[in-house]
């Protein structure tokens, strides 16, 4: 079986990522120069007219790069993304409540859009309601973000999404400060929202987005990940032949808990197996790791279906689980060659493997071998 006659996500998957992280920094600025708005707040090269036309200018921006980053993760052929799931919230089969968060903060937008246009004939009371109303875009876009975005536990994402954080943070503590006399039942409402929100925010990253098996309970389909029994299977690496192409006495699983460290090597054997699913295919590589370490691969590869069998991907998934590791290391290849790939897994601590692998297919029993290597990327697992 040929895997892959081209190898990589789309241009569309970058796009998407790139589309979302400049929302995000610009929705963040959107709302910092509305909070300095509702100060009155000028200076000699910054009149106050300037703030507004900036605020309003930067707004029109986000709905466009918004619009990109819809377009382009519609169009990505990997996840199931309609563009229906973009405007009404929660109907998605890909992770619906994280897409449908996307839909509520692109709504609430838009109806600020709509009513600063219909500002006249709405009246100055409505419009204001829906103007505040529309930052509530900003956290749930953040919340957005944190639960569906490819680069979540990649550090420079989280220092882009809490340094947007503390912008708003302290562009809202500075109106608060600067409010004047304002009954306590205001005031201390919005104090501890705002140190809520900053612990809140923590506290579900920490215990979401950046523990293993993430991408299963976020709600991404089965058919694109690693289903739950596979995952723990994967998990506890087994002395039993994963095909019928493992060599015939395979050394026992290690038994000591000390710290696998990088880098190393391993043989590998198992299968593969290639099924059909709406709109492609899914190649799934089930490997037992044995010699220098002992464990469990798992790779998915969805894509376009190739005569003769194998597929072009467009997406993929990586499970690493072998003795010594902390944790279940996910990630996704990076670059595929015939039957040589390469791949990058992140641990629940955030420390990261660079893989490569070699792989022997034989198409007639569907049984693998071949060689694994790891390298560590900044400091082993």
Known sequence: MTMVAAAGPSAYWYLARGTGVVSLLLLTASVVLGVLG?????????????????????SLLVLVLLGAHIATSVLDSFAPIRLVDAVIPFTSSYRPLW???GAVSFDL??????????RRRLGYGAWRAVHWLAYASWPVAVLHGLGTGSDTKVWWMLAITFACLA???????VRIARAGPVPEGVRAPAIALAIATPIGLAIFTLAGPLQPGWARRAGTPPTLITGSAARASAATPASAPAGGTAPATSPAPATSTGTLKAPFSARLSGRVT???EPGGAIVDLALRLSGGAHGRLRVRMGGTPLNGGGLTMTGSQVDLAATGLSSVMEGQILSLNGQQFAARVTGASGSELNLRGELHIDNQTGG????????????GE
């Open 109 to 118: 937008l838009i109806a600020l859009v709509v009513t600063s246009l219909a």
């Open 38 to 58: 509702s100060l009155r707040f000028a200076a000699p090269r910054w009149p106050r007219f300037a703030i507004d036309s900036l605020h309003r200018d930067v």
């Open 167 to 173: 912008a708003v943070l302290i562009a809202v503590g």
């Open 274 to 276: 290639q099924k059909s």
């Open 99 to 101: 897409i449908g968060l």
């Open 368 to 379: 693998v071998t071949g060689t694994l290597s790891a390298s560590s990327v900044g400091g």
